[in-house]
């Protein structure tokens, strides 16, 4: 072989097996980088593991810390002498005051040694007076966040009426009288600097001041808090010199967004808690939940506080919800009529839903005869003080007001409230309803519902989130009276299951004076509402809603919509594959169609969707769990005494064996007869259920005879079913006696 051949033989096998060893050395490599992924990957979710197991124990951890402490707090006798009893026992003396009301000395006492305290107190409980009472023995500065300034000026003339200096620092008050404030209640820094000025430096590490401090009480708003550098400026000043002893938040539930009342200036309070982290904070509020009790301890950066939550229950307090007329005008009438006999003489507040509502409802009331004003938040500021003023002088005897009349209203002697619209949840009618009876004495609070307000005030909350929109359907519940068929409903149970509490057990003769229901039930009052199934009309209205939806689904439609199509002969697509048990709706009206729609929401074989329209949110209904509810055996509603009377009257003329020559028409009207000849024509290879014929009358869920004819005096119509069950099977008559569900 050539020298040059064998040359390059040389060097191609030489390349060959560098390229193999290269390859080699590259698959190493790569197995190497392929191994260190693994090692890395799993290294990672090794730390991602352990570092949600570390996240769980802390919060297990922080979570056990907490309870220990509330324990602890909760086996605490606040009670027990302190070194401030005695001083204290001056401040009441001089207040007038001869014995406390529940929680407020321990409440008091807590925020006297320099805890953080939240104080969840029904309305009424005198919540002002634990920062009044501690001001006074703690002396220095108390400064008072306070949503409303109308509240802020009648607790500044209370303070300065025990001879108090108290002011109050907001947006209406003039650059001198600012000035003014400022130089006395926050002096600059080289005032407080000098040896001239009375007050000493002192630590927060005490529990109470010197007594050569003066007390001074300052109000502001939330806003202020927010926005004001100077403000905050001087209050840092003031807590560096040892001045500030404590920072009270009142209606401090609008700090969560889980709270009825939301505002968020609110939120950006943790502020004062960062620029005087030693200065005890003090929360006051009457309406929070657990879940809103909380938010607003974190919202604060409140540091273990002492938690004291009182029973909301109100004993005075009577509730009812009364049936609401169609139109405005009559809605008028009968409240005019109310308050010339029933409320005559006594003062009270109407809440409406908006500020035409409120002017129209005012207007026309004084009309009628009766000292009205109206109060809303468009108002002129000084037109809406003296609303208040002449108010609380008991110179008008009721304000038709929007919500904006509401935190912090502390009149006396007021022995009714009024919703002309039902409130967005449980929680602010409590609020709003809670200004009735501070005084100890019985008072009324009154909710009005018709079916039509439930799209409305749904479509007014839609805005602001789901958890709005089921707290609103929680105020409905209470107010149409759902499972009205179990013995122990109590509205006053309902509101306080809402806040997670529990109404105390009542004794029969205190039913009388608990609710409407409760009322009924125990025999002192005719009961206004029944429990009835209405199966035969609620599976037609599912059904065709069900048809409607699949046939149109880029179609919406309100329940209003619904209900009025229901009942006309409509030439539509949908609506003809139902026309003949359409009929069913000529003796039903569209009111109570409506409310059994809107139970049918309630229950979820419906639901809700909310869309913008071109002016307004709109309310639209669809199918949810439609099938499930046409399973039921039985679909129960609520229905005010005179809508269950037709509806039962209605079925008393369903008699077992059909007549060729139709149907008994009921009194006064002459188009119920289609509905049944529609029952009987459809249902040609079916029985209907047997209905019974007996003296016994129906019989409702507390008992109360309710079922009589209208027009017949003192005569009772037979009992009847309250169930129109079409059997399956041929040849079959099933009977069965809703009294025994």
């Known amino acids: 072989m050539p020298a040059d051949d064998r040359h390059r033989d040389e060097r191609s096998s030489h390349h060959r097996a560098g390229a193999v060893e290269h390859d080699e050395l590259v698959a190493r490599l790569s197995q190497r980088v392929v191994h260190k992924r693994r090692q890395v990957a799993d290294a990672h979710r090794r730390l991602t593991r352990l570092s949600s197991e570390l996240a769980s124990l802390e919060k297990r951890l922080a979570d056990r810390q907490k309870l220990l402490k509330r324990r602890a707090d909760a086996a605490f006798n606040w009670l027990k002498p302190c070194p401030w009893d005695r001083r204290l026992k001056q401040a009441t003396d001089a207040f007038g005051i001869s014995s406390f009301r529940p929680l407020q000395p321990h409440a008091l006492n807590a925020t006297l040694m320099a805890r953080d305290v939240f104080a969840i107190l029904p309305t009424g409980a005198g919540k002002s007076l634990i920062y ?14 306070s949503p409303l300034l109308s509240l802020s000026m009648d607790q500044r003339a209370a303070l300065r009426g025990y001879h108090i200096r108290a ?44 007594d050569d401090v003066e007390p001074l ?55 004062l808690r960062r620029q005087c982290p030693s200065t005890p904070i003090l929360a006051l509020t009457a309406t929070c939940d657990p879940n809103t009790v909380e ?65 129209t ?20 500021i000084t037109h809406r003080n003296a609303v208040h003023r002449q108010w609380s002088d008991n110179k008008l005897q009721v304000v038709v007001a929007t919500i904006a009349f509401g935190l912090g209203i502390d009149h006396p002697h007021v022995r009714f409230i009024i919703h002309a619209t039902i409130a967005t949840s449980l929680e602010a009618y409590y609020q709003e309803s809670g200004r009735a009876g501070r005084d100890g004495l019985p008072a009324k609070c009154i909710v009005l519902q018709k079916p039509k307000d439930f799209a409305r005030m749904s479509a007014f909350v839609a805005d602001k989130g789901q958890s709005r929109i089921r707290k609103l359907y929680a105020m409905y519940e209470y107010a149409c009276s759902r499972g009205l068929h179990s013995r122990h409903l109590c509205r006053r149970q309902l509101i306080a299951k809402a806040f997670g509490d529990t109404a105390p057990n009542r004794t029969q003769e205190q039913l009388a004076t608990c609710c409407d229901l409760c009322a009924a039930r125990c025999g002192a009052v005719e009961s206004s509402v029944v429990s009835i199934d209405v199966s035969y009309i609620a599976r037609d209205l599912l059904s065709m809603i069900e048809l409607y939806v699949e046939q149109y689904p880029d179609k919406k439609t309100t329940i209003l919509k619904f209900a009025t199509d229901w009942g006309k ?57 439609v099938q499930a509810a046409l399973r039921r055996r039985s679909i129960d509603v609520t229905l005010w005494k005179k809508d269950a009377e037709r509806l039962l009257a209605a079925k008393s003329y369903l008699k077992t064996e059909r ?81 025994e569900r």
């Open 569 to 625: 002969n409509s030439k539509s697509k949908a609506q003809r594959s139902k026309s003949d048990r359409s009929s069913m709706a000529k003796l039903v009206d569209v009111n109570t169609r409506v409310e059994i729609l809107v139970q049918l929401v309630l229950s979820g074989a419906l639901q809700e969707t909310h869309r913008h329209s071109s002016y307004s949110m709109q309310a639209y209904v669809t199918t949810n769990d």
């Open 167 to 210: 002011e109050c620092l907001h947006s209406e008050i003039t650059k001198q009288q600012q000035k003014a404030i400022y130089s006395h209640f926050i002096p600059s820094d080289a005032f407080a600097a000098s040896s001239k000025h009375p007050r000493k430096k002192w630590s927060r590490e005490q529990p109470w001041c010197p």
């Open 361 to 380: 409802y005012a207007t026309q009331l004084a009309q009628l005869g009766t000292d009205t004003d109206c109060y809303h938040s468009d108002m002129d």
């Open 132 to 145: 009044q009472l501690a001001a006074v023995v703690d002396a220095g500065l108390t400064l008072v966040v």
């Open 217 to 271: 009480v300052l109000f502001v708003t939330p806003e202020q808090v927010a926005r004001s550098k100077r403000l905050l400026s001087r209050l840092e000043i003031l807590y560096e010199n040892g001045h500030l002893s404590r920072i009270c938040i009142d209606e401090a539930h609008c700090c969560s967004s889980w709270g009825h009342d939301f505002r968020h200036d609110y939120r950006k309070l943790a502020i």
């Open 295 to 359: 938010d607003v301890c974190n919202v604060l950066e409140m540091k273990h506080p002492v938690i004291f939550r009182g029973s909301i229950d109100r004993p005075n307090l009577f509730y009812e919800v009364r049936q609401k007329a169609d139109t405005d005008k009559v809605v008028i009438q009968d409240i005019a009529s109310w308050l010339k006999t029933e409320f005559k003489g006594q003062c009270g507040i109407i809440y409406v839903l908006s500020r035409k509502e409120a002017h």
């Open 659 to 739: 007549s060729d020559e139709g149907m008994e028409k009921l009194p006064g009207d002459d188009k119920e007869l289609s509905m049944v000849d529609m029952l009987m024509k459809k249902h040609d290879d079916s029985e209907v259920v047997v209905i019974d014929d007996s003296d016994e009358s129906i019989i409702d869920g507390s008992g109360t005879n309710f079922l009589e004819h209208s027009g017949d005096s003192g005569n009772r119509s037979p009992r009847v079913d309250c169930q129109l069950d079409i059997a399956p099977n041929k040849g079959k008559k099933r009977k069965r006696n809703d009294l």
